[in-house]
């Protein structure tokens, strides 16, 4: 019989829909999942509980939410027993961005049958590498993932080659949220790494696995940013695509910090944080591409469908 799956997060959706034969398994979908456009008919059962308002509003909700009600969605149950699944992709990574693991495995438990619970929470390219084998493995699709992960592989090793003879690495900032301030973790300090360029505020780190990655995100000061001297802020605030960003930004105009880390950075870019940059799916390879193109000049390695506002 063929596998019924269902995803409860975008990144996980997309995995299994650039495996090939992948999408044709997809059974239902978070209300998050926008790509690729072709899934969007297929009925939703997970919801977040968050309204975006603000930069500042969400943030608020976020703490509020957690403290009420220790989660910020809510699954269908009765139409997710009804879909009879075979598999449900999940995450453990973050609470922001989908159902804990723990309820997805309590809903899982009491299914008959009981589907397999495939967490997938990376910290590192590698470990989005692993959750495509993961996925392929679960739904019968091994060689398939494996040749895909492939073909994302060449596409880096593409970059290191062009970036190899760099020797003088920029100095780059990526935050993942502002007002407050978030610098990005994990992956995106790797991926300016592999970039060549020297990422700030978020130390690399070397894992058990030997992966170089990121520490996880955290808040910083404007001060804190203004004394790292960055040459470069890429502002990618998670769950923001590029317009929505643009105008939440043009609100900060008058704010006094936001004013005076203008002031002092060379650069600073605005870039899709729904789709990309804190997304941990496939396109973190276009990330990637983006930001060595970017920092280091080399357009024919940007991707066309990456769009960037420069401030």
């Excluded at 804990?100 to 929470?121: F, G, Y």
């Excluded at 790797?190 to 990422?199: R, T």
């Excluded at 280091?296 to 940007?302: G, L, S």
Aim: proline letters at 7%; hydrophobic letters at 40%; charged letters at 25%.
């Amino acid at each position: 019989m063929q596998p019924r799956v269902v995803s409860l997060l975008p990144s996980a959706t997309e995995i299994l829909c650039a495996i090939p034969g992948g999408k044709q398994l997809l059974v239902a979908r978070s209300s998050e999942d926008d790509f690729p456009a072709d899934i969007l008919h297929l009925p939703t059962v997970i919801d977040p509980l968050l309204e975006f308002t603000s930069l500042a509003s969400v943030d608020q909700q976020v703490t509020e939410k957690m403290k009420e009600l220790g989660t910020l969605y809510v699954v269908d149950k009765t139409k997710l027993e009804d879909l009879c699944p075979s598999v449900i992709l999940t995450q453990d990574l973050c609470r922001v961005c989908s159902v804990d693991l723990m309820t997805v495995e309590r809903i899982a438990i009491e299914m008959n049958p009981r589907p397999t619970v495939l967490n997938l929470s990376p910290v590192c390219i590698e470990d989005v590498f692993d959750n495509i084998r993961d996925v392929g493995q679960a739904v019968g699709l091994v060689r398939e993932a494996e040749e895909y992960c492939n073909e994302l592989q060449t596409r880096i090793d593409r970059v290191r080659k062009h970036v190899s003879a760099v020797k003088v690495k920029p100095r780059v900032l990526a935050l993942d949220w502002v007002n407050p301030y978030i610098v990005g973790g994990h992956w995106m300090p790797q991926i300016v790494d592999i970039a060549a360029g020297s990422p700030l505020l978020s130390p690399m780190i070397t894992d058990e696995n030997g992966h170089k990655r990121g520490e996880s995100a955290k808040r910083v000061t404007v001060s804190d940013i203004v004394n790292a001297k960055p040459d470069i802020v890429f502002v990618a605030a998670c769950g923001l695509d590029l317009p929505t960003l643009r105008k939440e930004i043009e609100k900060l105009d008058e704010c006094p910090e936001w004013k005076a880390m203008r002031a002092t950075v060379p650069r600073i870019v605005l870039c899709d944080g729904h789709h990309y940059f804190n997304r941990p799916g496939p396109r973190l390879v276009d990330t990637l591409e983006f930001v060595a193109g970017y920092i280091h000049n080399i357009p024919e390695i940007v991707p066309e469908n990456l769009a960037h506002f420069e401030l």
